[in-house]
């Protein structure tokens, strides 16, 4: 895996080339591939030349271009999109006696909800925002919040509310920067590799399930060694598209069983009826016990944003070439996009609840790929599927699904971990971090990790002591402080009952 240090400086590295693109437009600065050795020295090149700006337009071909390798990130986070909506939709379902028929609807509404966010945000006035995404951490709490009452328009509605707040007060960006690369390389590390064992679990639950074990085997030997191959003659930015072809064909051709079913049709686009009593979710309007009730656990997902912004942002920078800061993912505008969405999308009524979208940024990044062309094109290819149907069918099925999550999302966070904690004393607190995330969670080993490395227990004890009281320790502290009592609440730290009884179930 190519990288460059994560603290390059790009303003030194050529001395003018910043003043050239601050004078000069994308348009003028803008070559044909042809004119360039090699692919990756043409993607680079739109890298370092483009300029997006804030809250302002950001046109195709003016600001940026389309180019071959934006599909890639588009159809794995289309993928992602529709296997994580349905499993917090079904997660939800369950314990509300809610049909299949209902999880079917909510998806395709949420695929239509997104793609006008995407479009807005990060194809349009906040090209450095990754699109807004789906908080995977919090599907195992769905039934806890479910069992206690809790209302997943108030729940929504709550986050959106904390994740302004945290984006307006820059929250997210400072988080970022009281992380040490070997606190980021260790979380990557463990998301990268809880993620690949559990998709390839799943895989073979699912092989074993049709009685035909083998399949998984070879789907998965056989995804290997394309991954290999590709990493071989660097085109590993195809691995998400190639690894679906061979994963999907392998097994139809060894006698999986695969048919469509979801017909072409549009969702109920009517809010008041996904929140009426007798129809879409039977809930109704939450009330203000309701909000109540879900409180806790809005704090914790927010903080539990953090970590999952901060890693995605780190494998996108190591991924980058030099002088490519202005077209980075900003965790703070990141926030206000996810917060936007979230907020709207639980008013009109659906299921998701927002996060960095991780299935688009990581093969973006890959492929090196600035934001938003990848993201209209996301948009899009999220419509496509919401109103024909069957794109769902396949993008659910296990083969396709599994093999694009690790080859598209996993692996490359597990290399970028490693890379990140080849130097240095970064190797002691990346171990703290997996061993701490083993205990509980991520968002808990990222926050006692991280306090333990500025205070100079682990780590380097020179970044340490180059930092104030404030970085040192008050911030860290009051961070793991907030995660572990909000988790002790909820019954979330291992064999500790939670400490608030309507939680206890």
Same mark, same amino acid.
């Given at each position: 895996?190519?990288?460059?240090?994560? @603290?390059?400086?790009?303003?030194?590295?050529?001395?003018?080339?910043?003043?050239?693109?601050?004078?000069?437009?994308?348009?003028?600065?803008?070559?044909?591939?042809?004119?360039?050795?090699?692919?990756?020295?043409?993607?680079?090149?739109?890298?370092?030349? &483009?300029?997006?700006?804030? *809250?302002?337009?950001?046109?195709?071909?003016?600001?940026?271009?389309?180019?071959?390798?934006?599909?890639?990130?588009?159809?794995?986070?289309?993928?992602?999109?529709?296997? =994580?909506?349905?499993?917090?939709?079904?997660?939800?379902?369950?314990?509300?006696?809610?049909?299949?028929?209902?999880?079917? %609807?909510?998806?395709?509404?949420?695929?239509?909800?997104?793609?006008?966010?995407?479009?807005?945000?990060?194809?349009?006035?906040?090209?450095?925002?990754?699109?807004?995404?789906?908080?995977?951490?919090?599907?195992?709490?769905?039934?806890?919040?479910?069992?206690? !009452?809790?209302?997943?328009?108030?729940?929504?509605?709550?986050? $959106?509310?904390?994740?302004?707040?945290?984006?307006?007060?820059?929250? $997210?960006?400072?988080?970022?920067?009281?992380?040490?690369?070997?606190?980021?390389?260790?979380?990557?590390?463990?998301?990268?590799?809880?993620?690949?064992?559990?998709? /390839?679990?799943?895989?073979?639950? *699912?092989? %074993? %399930?049709?009685? &035909?074990?083998?399949?998984?085997?070879?789907?998965?030997?056989?995804?290997?060694?394309?991954?290999?191959?590709?990493?071989?003659?660097?085109?590993?930015?195809?691995?998400?598209?190639?690894?679906?072809?061979?994963?999907?064909?392998?097994?139809?051709?060894?006698?999986?069983?695969?048919?469509?079913?979801?017909?072409?049709?549009?969702?109920?686009?009517?809010?008041?009826?996904? *929140?009426?009593?007798?129809?879409?979710?039977?809930?109704?309007?939450?009330?203000?016990?309701?909000?109540?009730?879900?409180?806790?656990?809005?704090?914790?997902?927010?903080? &539990?944003?953090?970590?999952?912004?901060?890693?995605?942002?780190?494998?996108?920078?190591?991924?980058?070439?030099?002088?490519?800061?202005? /077209?980075? =993912?900003?965790?703070?505008?990141?926030? #206000?996009?996810?917060?936007?969405?979230?907020?709207?999308?639980?008013?009109? $009524?659906?299921?998701?609840?927002?996060?960095?979208?991780?299935?688009?940024?990581?093969?973006?990044?890959?492929?090196?790929?600035?934001?938003?062309?990848?993201?209209? #094109?996301?948009?899009?290819?999220?419509?496509?599927?919401?109103?024909?149907?069957?794109? =769902? @069918?396949?993008?659910?099925?296990?083969?396709?699904?599994?093999?694009?999550?690790?080859?598209?999302?996993?692996?490359?966070?597990?290399?970028? !971990?490693? %890379?990140?904690?080849?130097? !240095?004393?970064?190797?002691?607190?990346?171990?703290?971090?997996?061993?701490?995330?083993?205990?509980?969670?991520?968002?808990?080993?990222?926050?006692?990790?991280?306090?333990? @490395?500025?205070? $100079?227990?682990?780590?380097?004890?020179?970044?340490?002591?180059? #930092?104030?009281?404030?970085?040192? *320790?008050?911030?860290?502290?009051?961070?793991?402080?907030?995660?572990? !009592? /909000?988790?002790? #609440?909820?019954?979330?730290?291992?064999?500790?009952?939670?400490?608030?009884?309507?939680?206890?179930?």
């Amino acid at each position: 895996m190519t990288t460059k240090p994560l @603290d390059d400086n790009s303003s030194d590295a050529i001395p003018g080339a910043d003043t050239q693109t601050a004078s000069d437009s994308y348009e003028n600065l803008h070559k044909p591939s042809s004119e360039f050795e090699s692919r990756d020295a043409y993607l680079e090149h739109e890298l370092q030349i &483009m300029q997006p700006k804030r *809250w302002r337009p950001n046109l195709p071909f003016r600001d940026y271009r389309f180019e071959f390798e934006d599909t890639i990130p588009a159809m794995a986070a289309t993928i992602g999109k529709v296997v =994580m909506v349905a499993a917090i939709a079904a997660t939800f379902a369950g314990p509300l006696g809610l049909s299949d028929g209902f999880v079917l %609807e909510n998806v395709r509404y949420e695929l239509l909800i997104v793609s006008l966010f995407i479009l807005l945000f990060s194809g349009f006035i906040l090209p450095t925002a990754n699109l807004a995404g789906t908080h995977g951490p919090l599907i195992p709490l769905i039934p806890i919040v479910v069992a206690a !009452g809790g209302h997943p328009m108030a729940f929504g509605l709550l986050i $959106g509310a904390f994740g302004l707040i945290l984006a307006f007060s820059k929250g $997210g960006s400072l988080m970022a920067k009281l992380t040490s690369k070997g606190v980021c390389g260790g979380l990557l590390l463990y998301l990268g590799f809880v993620g690949t064992i559990s998709q /390839v679990k799943k895989l073979f639950a *699912w092989a %074993e %399930e049709i009685q &035909m074990t083998h399949i998984a085997f070879i789907v998965i030997l056989a995804t290997i060694l394309l991954y290999a191959l590709l990493e071989h003659y660097k085109k590993r930015w195809l691995a998400v598209p190639l690894s679906c072809l061979i994963g999907g064909f392998t097994a139809f051709a060894l006698g999986a069983p695969f048919e469509f079913n979801t017909a072409p049709g549009l969702p109920n686009m009517n809010p008041m009826y996904w *929140w009426g009593e007798n129809t879409g979710w039977m809930l109704g309007l939450p009330t203000a016990e309701s909000f109540v009730v879900v409180l806790p656990f809005a704090v914790l997902a927010v903080a &539990m944003w953090s970590p999952d912004f901060l890693g995605h942002q780190v494998f996108q920078k190591i991924s980058y070439p030099e002088r490519t800061e202005k /077209v980075q =993912m900003n965790i703070d505008d990141t926030m #206000l996009s996810a917060s936007t969405r979230q907020t709207f999308g639980s008013l009109l $009524g659906g299921a998701n609840f927002a996060s960095s979208w991780g299935t688009y940024i990581v093969p973006a990044a890959i492929a090196k790929r600035p934001i938003p062309a990848g993201a209209i #094109l996301t948009a899009l290819f999220c419509i496509i599927a919401g109103v024909w149907g069957y794109p =769902m @069918d396949l993008a659910i099925w296990q083969p396709v699904l599994c093999v694009a999550l690790i080859v598209g999302v996993f692996i490359p966070l597990l290399e970028a !971990g490693m %890379e990140m904690t080849r130097e !240095g004393k970064t190797t002691q607190s990346a171990a703290i971090v997996v061993f701490a995330s083993s205990l509980v969670n991520p968002a808990f080993g990222w926050s006692l990790t991280m306090l333990l @490395d500025n205070l $100079g227990l682990i780590g380097c004890k020179e970044r340490s002591a180059d #930092l104030s009281r404030m970085s040192r *320790w008050v911030i860290p502290l009051i961070m793991f402080v907030l995660l572990t !009592g /909000v988790m002790a #609440l909820v019954g979330m730290l291992p064999g500790i009952p939670a400490l608030m009884p309507s939680f206890r179930h």
